[in-house]
């Protein structure tokens, strides 16, 4: 199978307590694709422009991401400027310069309109759509979203999770998407938009996953060292996409595996600035954080 | 074996987004005591007033509360106001009234001073380590305290530490007494202070523990309705000793279990005003949410 993953490849600026990086790779769409990558076949789909630095499309083919729907465009790449305060949970952003991702309209190649999983990244939701429209038959769509578009394209939003599966957001964006200070609520108000499931990502508190039937809460892990949180919910999804694809279906076992193997490689990509961890971290490695997770919320029955 | 409560009984206006109580049941000693009376046998040592409702005593020995150690003093019960907004994670204090409280000296009777497990709840850590002078040789002592006692009576309160076994603490109070943001960080700190185990309340976050070598990280319960989190944190902590004191020594899968207990017992707790569920729950009801629990964080290992 293989995945298509949609959305933004950045330049990022980013400022921690722990140091300062410029200008260096970012964007959802990478930190997803990277992420994937570990466990299945990922096709990329963004716009970059001629200044984007060569070493950083080797980064991603060195992933044996698919890179035919990166499109490069004259002009400069999208950029993100970004601060964390100590407690790390919310970026500020300083600056944002859209520059060729401004008109970016995603075009999915030939090649890539049978694909089974989609990821729509954070993007406009009405290009969101467009992509669905492009694709044939996919059997699992996911989404994430942000507050702008919940605040100045919510109709489109609400059009588009007619037809996802699974809609990915952290808790700001589900309490404000919903209008409902409870989650237990607000998952059940998401599920009467459209999608089956809802993950709700609650960074250094976890992650919630609500089915209609059931609930599943995964830990996060508890690091002593979060040196920046950039692209951690991208990460999160990517990896969550990545190991759906190598399972048979969307049943519950295989949806909290995937969720915990989401966490860890977020767990990984928090460690080191921009994609220094991730793009190093190998299967052996995140199968034993996997079974760290394990260790870490066990508890025998009564 | 037997489990000595020592802090605050009271009586408690509370004001949620879901109603309104007045005057009722309150207190940590209260909270706790109950809690753990589901599991083991209990001794309260504590002070109210001579206005303190005969109902209520009844209630606290219905659940076969020891309560010889209850001072009944001239004058008034401890008062307590307080509001919630709709996030209902922090209560934001209107009004206190100490009353008898004001000068309450915790006497432990002489037939409460072989108790084995002893919970010093909230209450002044000068007071805290009164009592400990007069229990006799206590094999798990646990302890709670607060912001205030942190800025005011920092000293004492290192003290304390040095003698207990488990601290149980929120988050903010944990970061605020080792002046650490990071709880992984925080945590090891509050070990070279003297207790082998620290427990970290986060609320509807669920809980952590860490021992030096391991670290549990426990859900909260999704609750669709809390009518009033008063209390959640103390009766957390009075299912947790109530809970151990059943148990075959500080093991880790008992602490662990213990831990999930307590969280089902403060699920239970909040979802009704004062003690109105947590004084309905019956051991059976326990033991489902606990199984539900286990439901909640189940994944299968890769």
Request: with cysteine; proline share 4%.
């Amino acid at each position: 199978m293989s995945l298509l993953t949609v959305g933004s490849v950045a330049l990022d600026t980013v400022k921690t307590p722990f140091g300062e990086v410029e200008e260096v790779l970012g964007g959802a769409a990478v930190y997803s694709s990277v992420a994937a990558s570990l466990f299945t076949d990922v096709r990329l789909v963004g716009v970059v422009g001629s200044d984007f630095p060569k070493e950083h499309i080797e980064l991603l083919s060195a992933r044996s991401i698919d890179l035919a729907g990166l499109k490069i465009q004259e002009g400069k790449t999208f950029r993100w400027k970004g601060e964390y305060e100590y407690d790390l949970n919310e970026a500020k952003t300083l600056d944002t310069k859209l520059n060729v991702f401004e008109d970016f309209r995603p075009d999915i190649p030939e090649a890539y309109r049978d694909s089974e999983l989609v990821f729509l990244a954070n993007i406009d939701p009405e290009l969101q759509l467009q992509v669905l429209e492009q694709v044939k038959s996919p059997k699992i769509v996911a989404c994430d979203t942000m507050n702008f578009w919940i605040e100045t394209k919510r109709e489109a939003l609400l059009k588009l999770l007619k037809y996802v599966d699974i809609v990915i957001l952290n808790d700001a964006e589900t309490r404000q998407l919903t209008n409902e200070p409870n989650l237990v609520k607000a998952a059940n108000i998401l599920r009467s938009y459209g999608p089956r499931y809802t993950i709700i990502k609650k960074g250094e508190h976890g992650v919630l996953m609500f089915t209609g039937s059931s609930c599943f809460s995964a830990p996060a892990y508890p690091l002593e060292y979060i040196f920046d949180p950039t692209g951690a919910g991208d990460t999160f999804a990517g990896g969550f996409m990545g190991y759906l694809d190598t399972c048979d279906g969307l049943g519950e076992a295989n949806l909290r595996q995937a969720i915990i193997y989401g966490s860890v490689l977020a767990s990984f990509n928090v460690e080191e600035f921009s994609l220094r961890r991730l793009s190093r971290v190998h299967l052996g490695e995140a199968k034993d954080r996997f079974r760290e997770f394990k260790r870490l919320s066990h508890f025998e029955e009564v």
